[in-house]
């Protein structure tokens, strides 16, 4: 059948399962909105205060759900406004397709009004994108690009859109969407087999995992390996919801920011696991001492990843999830009593414990979220901005289960959280949803309480309030002569009134017996379907620990800062 431009891009979204897509209407963009509200009863559509946000919240959205987010920006500036979300998913794998108008295909080239390269801009942060010059070949590329955005290593997909072919008269016919299949190599066999005779043979092995355990959705495998093997885990900052972090066989994160026990555990072991990772800078922080001397098994979909960053003994390159359940399956039950033992031992020694700076009445960090960790159960949706905040969500959350945590870890995207705040909640409806941030952050996206309020959007943006921007300035303290500059914000914003302006609720935490209570309050009103800001004071000094310096080794953590500024 023959429909407009506008009606078929809707009708392959529904095709695809799209029933939410988030954005930001312009004028290279009317015909699509014009379709949008056609089809509303079918597709709802969250307008956000600015387009970044929208990207982010189609992030958010993806991560949280395991479905493709969708965001559409007109031309020109709002095609650009979506660049630092769009590198935010590529840079964590996250699929998200992307659609943006442009001038009508007679003006390209012209330097029209709004018109800009979205194609040219996006083409190293996405990982394909297309101008539509053929309007016969729109349903095409729409189908395509969500088949890339999800086979193998996951990501973003850009569709750049021109005007006039949004308006063109168009052939459609409804197909099914085309079945995502991960092709493993013909080699995986003998890769697996291999892998098994190491792990057979390892006393003390060690299993590290990334992101990629979320993102394929083996999280369960991945349980039931660490309990085929009997082995201790650690997880990165992507792979923060991967295993359940209560369980005794759980370490901590590993690298800049990790535990002392990971870091020994690293040391000591004669087999390294890794699943699902591609050894950030911010976990080898040196790569010629990283795990020296131990057998690493490297198991990844993405084959440009395999000794990328650091050499490998062996590596399994395919689908984790059917590598996970082959191990399983081809493994006997292996016992490391004595080597688990250990880890617990260290575990304990090594127990992450923020100590007050100024007086006992003083809130911490540790305190806030481990009682955010005990009145959800640990089940509550955690976003993150990036900075200390970050890593505290990271070091002092349990996550129980998947998909509970998004966070910019590539690019560490200062602004992500709050819009994958409100991706996660639209997505996830019945799932508590609490963005952890800092001043910094917060005042780059701010605006974005509008949002909250206008959709009735009942998330927690929780305020780490200390006017300064504490992950630079920690950098500041130890590597440059503490000389703080242009780290102290001190902007002088009454955020509780701020609240009140833009129509959200306003809870305030300032001692450290008002936790309990505000927390308690804040998870009421979010219950009740009220948008919360909670302004959680705290002081300028307080630094995340442990911290590696950079090219330290990943064992030598600093363990305590003189806080004592000259």
């Known amino acids: 059948m023959q429909l407009n431009g506008s009606d078929v891009i809707i009708e392959c979204l529904l095709e695809q399962g799209v029933d939410t897509v988030f954005g930001y209407p312009g004028g290279a963009v009317l015909n699509i909105y014009d379709a949008l509200y056609k089809y509303q009863d079918k597709i709802r559509h969250i307008i956000t205060a600015h387009e970044q946000a929208a990207c982010h919240a189609a992030d958010g959205y993806s991560r949280t759900t395991g479905k493709t987010g969708v965001v559409i920006a007109t031309s020109g500036p709002g095609a650009t406004n979506l660049v630092t979300g769009i590198a935010t998913a590529y840079m964590d794998s996250i699929p998200m397709v992307a659609i943006t108008g442009n001038v009508p295909r007679s003006l390209l080239g012209l330097d029209s009004f709004q018109e800009v390269d979205i194609t040219g801009i996006t083409m190293p942060i996405t990982k394909h994108n297309y101008i539509v010059k053929d309007p016969a070949k729109l349903p ?66 060690f299993i590290y995992a990334g992101g990629g355990v979320v993102s394929c959705n083996a999280a369960d495998e991945m349980t039931a390996f660490v309990d085929k093997i009997n082995a201790p885990v650690s997880l990165s900052l992507m792979g923060q919801c991967a295993f359940d972090n209560t369980r005794e066989e759980y370490l901590g994160m590993l690298g800049m920011h990790g535990t002392k026990t990971s870091a020994l555990a690293l040391n000591n072991c004669d087999l390294l696991i890794v699943l699902g990772s591609r050894f950030s800078d911010r976990v080898l922080c040196n790569p010629n001492t990283f795990a020296k001397g131990k057998k690493i098994i490297h198991i990844e979909i993405d084959p440009a990843e395999i000794g990328k960053n650091i050499d490998v003994y062996h590596h ?62 640990g089940s509550a949706i955690i976003t993150t901005e990036v900075g200390q905040h970050q890593m505290w969500a990271a070091q002092f959350y349990n996550f129980r289960k998947e998909r509970s945590f998004a966070s910019s870890g590539g690019l560490g995207t200062m602004g992500y959280g709050f819009g994958a705040g409100m991706g996660s909640k639209i997505g996830n409806p019945d799932r508590e949803v609490i963005n952890i941030a800092g001043d910094g952050s917060f005042f780059m996206n701010c605006n974005e309480l509008s949002s909250l309020a206008k959709h009735k959007i009942p998330i927690i943006e ?20 503490k000389r703080f500059s242009q780290t102290t914000i001190d902007r002088g914003t009454d955020l509780m009134k701020l609240a009140d302006a833009f129509g959200v609720e306003g809870v305030r935490i300032v001692n450290k017996n008002e936790i309990r209570d505000g927390i308690a309050k804040a998870l009421k009103l979010a219950a009740e379907g009220k948008p919360v800001l909670l302004d959680v004071v705290i002081s300028k000094d307080v630094n995340v620990l442990p911290m590696v310096p950079a090219g330290a080794d990943v064992s030598e953590p600093i363990m305590e800062i003189d806080l004592e500024e000259s």
């Not at 006017?467 to 002569?481: C, T």
């Open 140 to 205: 095409e590329i729409i189908r395509e690009a969500f088949y890339i955005a999800n086979e193998g290593r996951k990501g973003p997909v850009l569709i750049d859109i021109p005007k006039d072919i949004t308006a063109a008269m168009i052939e459609y016919d409804k197909q099914e969407p085309k079945p995502i299949v991960n092709h493993n190599p013909d080699s995986i066999h003998e890769e697996i087999a291999k892998a098994v005779e190491l792990i057979k043979a390892s006393e003390r092995p």
């Open 462 to 481: 929780l305020v780490f309030e200390n006017d300064v921007l504490g992950m630079v300035r920690q950098w500041q303290r130890l590597f440059y002569g």
């Open 316 to 377: 399994v390159t395919g689908d984790l999830e059917y590598v996970l359940a082959e191990l399983v399956r081809q493994l006997p039950d292996l016992k490391h009593e004595e080597w688990l033992a250990q880890t617990s031992e260290w575990k304990k020694t090594y127990a992450l414990k923020m100590v007050p700076i100024a007086s006992e009445d003083e809130v911490l960090p540790q305190d806030v979220i481990e009682e955010l960790d005990r009145q959800t159960e």
